[in-house]
């Protein structure tokens, strides 16, 4: 199972799912779903060729390197046995330049910005899509029709579903149907699962809450491990306890996107306010 340990440079991630690709042919290709601010192709694989469409991605933020090893485990992991039924992306690294320079931010050449608040949402303020990756990530899953998503970041052990906005308005009409698959999600890790505000903090502008608002995909949201840097030894662990629970996630969820998805709450942008300054 592939792993990895330390920062890399992003050409060391695609030579890895070229590997990949490589040695399974009949179920993995290398695929481009677009480009960032420096003319740099975002890559990832598609896995399997199920009528259902599933989306795994990492490293929104460059330093939480955690997350590009688990996206590459399960990638390895899904290609030598795909989900039955399912297409499955995975996109190792979106924030390529924050990943080189082990960077949470990324730049567009005027400014640098948080990948993970640069969605569209029902609480979000101000400019979105100020970089290409998210811009490209965004046209990806409205050209794959994509009905399952999980997003991997590291720290916080604990996997999570909508809402995780400013909000007090926190339930779904799918909360049931959430906790369901955080608890398999979690069967090897035990992470702490829930509602994402109530487990971690509010965020305006994330890529989870953009997915299930926007299009009704059944998201989650994987905060992997105990550190941002974590050794190799927690690295291998992070891939052990978490590429099991993320299929085991694809396998169960819905196979159809949600039918009620609009936030019909109300707004409290005090609520991050609050966290920046804490």
């Keep these: 199972m592939i792993t990895g340990s ?89 924030n390529v330049t924050g990943y080189n320079k082990n960077n949470r931010y990324e730049s567009n ?74 608890a398999a999600a979690t069967q090897e890790s035990h992470y702490q699962t829930g509602n994402n505000t109530d487990v971690l903090y509010p965020a305006d502008g994330t890529f989870e809450d953009y997915a299930y608002w926007k299009h009704g995909i059944w998201s989650l949201l994987f905060e992997l491990g105990f550190s941002h840097t974590p050794d190799q030894t927690s690295v291998k662990n992070m891939v052990e306890v978490n590429v099991p629970g993320i299929r085991r996630f694809l396998e169960v969820s819905p196979k159809s996107r949600v039918a009620d998805h609009a936030f019909v709450g109300k707004c409290d942008t005090f609520m991050v306010q609050r966290v920046r300054l804490e």
Excluded: M
Aim: hydrophobic letters at 35%; charged letters at 15%.
């Design 6 to 94: 330390s920062p890399s440079n992003y050409d060391k991630v695609v030579t890895t799912l070229q590997q990949i690709a490589q040695q399974n042919p009949a179920n993995a290709k290398l695929i481009t779903i677009g480009v960032n601010d420096q003319g740099t192709p975002i890559q990832g694989l598609q896995i399997g060729s199920g009528e259902v469409n599933a989306l795994i991605v990492g490293t929104h933020h460059g330093n939480e390197y955690g997350s590009t090893a688990v996206a590459l485990g399960v990638a390895d992991a899904l290609a030598k046995n795909p989900v039955a039924g399912e297409t499955v992306f995975v996109v190792p690294v979106l």
């Design 109 to 182: 050449g005027s400014g640098s910005y948080d990948p993970n608040r640069d969605y569209t949402g029902p609480c979000k303020t101000g400019a979105t899509y100020n970089l290409k990756s998210t811009k490209a990530l965004a046209d990806f899953i409205d050209a794959r029709n994509i009905q399952i998503s999980a997003t991997l970041h590291t720290y916080s052990p604990a996997v999570v579903y909508p809402w995780g906005i400013s909000t007090h308005d926190l339930s779904t009409p799918y909360d049931e149907q959430y906790k369901t698959l955080v």
